[in-house]
């Protein structure tokens, strides 16, 4: 229905109808995946869904809307954000430590009301406040919040977040002519720390802890920044409403979730203060085993009315409190502080540590994040420090523990050369280099590593301990080195055997002909991640041009400032880096162009595979496939063009004899891709 009519052969009324549902269709995926976390189709189905409503609305822009699911992408960069008031104070809540406390919270309720109080009890997350106003169903603003009265308007940023609603769901409910909802943006920590290591190795100064990474994502002025930083947004509390009749809070967020907002886990019922410590202790026990960040769990009076009788002071409603968790901290000794090398050549002062347990975890080191913060807290080796893990997470050191009558060692300072290479090292503010960029063993193990990943060249198998052990025995003193490699060389490493050996040295061969994008990315440039890369490769269209292109032609390119042009042309005009790249070429790296909309050899194509596949795994081949605009299904209709019967077909061999849907083999399947131009 979406995929078989041209777009130039639709008139307007039947494009706006195909938009539109094109818009409810992936509107739901979306609730499916990112809030239900149930998803129906694959990422490659989904991906031809938007693919196909963005070529709709460019080809018939009097149908855009502001809540179609392609507005998520991010806009251009703001200049500032507007200040916006809420619609109700977003105010904090009173924090308490210990049962007596909370005994008393309780007792003070009951007194109120006279009678038992039911409570509803949640996580207290640790993220980022925000403010969402619905106006008939659609977003229309989004607020941090500020100082709870006024905060800074962040709607296209908001926008970029996948669980976030443009448009209330009514299927259950009939959305309300006005909706001021709050909610927690936050990151995962496992998505944390995958974004801080990227920080990281490109240079730039990591994240001190989730709750930090939500907050400064949200307030990006860049919103395409923000749509690559993975947060999620839950809902919890209802600020205004009209034309809606709720009593109490579960009914709140019985509403909040049929209008298809993403709520907490586990929030629960509770009546007294005995359910209230059950509660806080269930959540102390588990709260090392979660992916996100709580401090503590919130108790809330589940009455409205009630809520109202009690009112609020200047700063915290009087029905409701924070029942935190103590900090985790504990005291150990700096044994020695060592310098480790990234990708990017940042070196960075790491504490290594007698062992202790924070939090349930063993922490033996902890980073000191460069050398002016080793200063300013004044750390030396044989100090008495107290550690923390960093929201939880990142063991960090937290400051000196005074020792009277201790005599100290020497202050510690950076030593002038790379620890891994001996270059002299470069300061630039508080961060240390090395410049060495290519030459260097540490940054080279974290460069092939990198080259290989998923989103640049993805060559399965090339991860850090196969990329260290290439440098560490030899084998690889520069990137293009990867592609001179025979297996032969790969059989003195441990857990390479000559089949092993030889898969890996096919799929670094494999990606002689890399997307121009893809390699851009590989290439570890400063400030180029996985979308700058892309605009670059499609505006400039070739590798050369893209060297060649002054600051000036850079910020041509939408998204890309004075600070990013700078980094591109400090890059390319080290020797260093266009002796890399010229190398990379000499090995038979040819970067392949963008194609041109439209100008895919086989665009539309259906392709289902039955049976493996000798010369592809199935990850290859659909890349393969869909990079000539084709894509692949797992099951067999009539509107597939090709089933490609490989190793022991199943029953969707049987399927496309029943549709009369034509088959070949995997010979045939390889010629095809080679007269669509694919270097197979």
């Not at 694959?42 to 507005?71: G, I, V």
């Not at 891994?420 to 590593?449: D, H, M, S, W």
């Not at 266009?578 to 392709?607: D, W």
């Amino acid at each position: 229905m979406y995929r078989d009519v041209r777009v130039q052969d639709l008139a307007a009324p039947e494009a706006r109808d195909l938009i539109e549902a094109l818009r409810e269709e992936i509107r739901r995926h979306d609730h499916l995946y990112y809030v239900l976390d149930r998803p129906e189709i694959s990422d490659a189905e989904y991906d031809r869904l938007f693919d196909r409503l963005r070529r709709l609305e460019e080809a018939f822009p009097q149908f855009s809307a502001p809540d179609s699911p392609t507005q998520r992408v991010g806009g251009q960069p703001r200049e500032e954000f507007p200040s916006y008031e809420h619609a109700a104070p977003m105010l904090s809540l009173e924090s308490i430590a210990d049962p007596d406390q909370a005994r008393r919270f309780d007792e003070r309720m009951r007194k109120a009301a006279g009678e038992r109080v039911r409570y509803v009890l949640e996580p207290k997350l640790d993220g980022a406040s925000i403010e969402l106003v619905y106006e008939n169903g659609m977003l229309v603003r989004a607020v941090t919040r500020g100082d709870g009265r006024v905060g800074e308007g962040v709607t296209e940023n908001v926008k970029t977040i996948r669980s976030v609603p443009l448009r209330l769901r009514s299927q259950a409910r009939p959305v309300p002519p006005l909706l001021a909802l709050r909610g927690e943006v936050i990151m995962y920590i496992s998505a944390f720390e995958k974004l801080n290591r990227k920080l990281i190795e490109a240079g730039l100064e990591p994240f001190a802890n989730p709750r930090n990474a939500a907050a400064g994502s949200l307030r990006q002025l860049d919103p395409r920044i923000t749509a690559e930083r993975p947060l999620d947004l839950l809902a919890y509390e209802i600020l205004e409403v009209t034309g809606q009749a709720l009593r109490t809070d579960r009914e709140v967020l019985d509403a909040l979730r049929s209008w298809g907002l993403k709520l907490p886990e586990k929030i629960e019922a509770g009546e007294g203060v005995d359910d209230i410590l059950e509660y806080h202790a269930h959540w102390a026990a588990e709260r090392d085993n979660l992916d996100f960040e709580i401090d503590g769990v919130v108790v809330k009076v589940d009455d409205l009315a009630l809520r109202d009788e009690l009112g609020v002071t200047a700063h915290h409603p009087r029905w409701a409190i924070a029942f935190k968790f103590p900090p985790r901290k504990e005291v150990t000794r700096v044994e020695d502080i060592m310098v480790s090398v990234g990708r990017t050549g940042v070196l960075t002062p790491v504490a290594l540590l007698r062992s202790v347990e924070v939090g349930g975890v063993t922490v033996s080191r902890a980073s000191l994040h460069n050398r002016e913060e080793v200063k300013r807290k004044d750390i030396r080796t044989g100090d008495l420090v107290r550690v923390q893990r960093a929201g939880d997470v990142i063991p960090d050191v937290v400051e000196r523990v005074e020792e009277a009558g201790r005599k100290r060692a020497e202050p510690w300072s950076m030593a002038d050369r790379c620890p891994a290479c001996g270059a002299r090292v470069v300061e630039r503010g508080p961060i240390t280099y090395c410049p060495n960029r290519f030459g260097c063993p540490a940054q080279l193990k974290g460069r092939i590593q990198h080259f290989g990943s998923k989103d640049a060249l993805d060559i399965e198998g090339l991860g850090e301990e196969t990329s260290a052990a290439l440098v560490e025995h030899g084998l690889v003193k520069e990137l293009a080195h990867l592609f001179r490699l025979r297996p032969e060389h790969l059989l003195a490493l441990e857990g390479f055997a000559e089949r092993s050996a030889q898969k890996l040295v096919d799929a670094i061969q494999r990606r002689k002909r890399p997307e121009l994008a893809r390699f851009l990315y590989a290439l570890g440039i400063p400030e180029v991640g996985v979308s700058v890369a892309r605009d670059l490769a499609e505006h400039f269209g070739s590798l050369e041009a893209i060297l060649e292109a002054s600051r000036e032609e850079l910020e041509g390119v939408p998204g890309i400032g004075p600070k990013m042009s700078e980094a591109i042309r400090s890059f390319v005009e080290d020797p260093r880096n266009i002796e890399a790249i010229g190398s990379l070429v000499a090995h038979g790296v040819q970067p392949v162009a963008p194609r041109r909309r439209g100008s895919e050899p086989l665009p539309g194509f259906k392709f289902v595979f039955s049976g493996g596949l000798a010369r592809f795994s199935r990850d290859e081949v659909k890349k393969l496939v869909e990079s000539l605009g084709a894509r692949v299904s797992s099951s067999v209709s009539a509107q597939t063009d090709y089933v490609v019967v490989g190793l022991e077909p199943g029953s969707k061999l049987d399927d496309a004899r029943r549709l009369g849907v034509k088959t070949i083999d995997e010979l045939e399947f390889i010629e095809l891709l080679r007269r669509a131009g694919a270097d197979v």
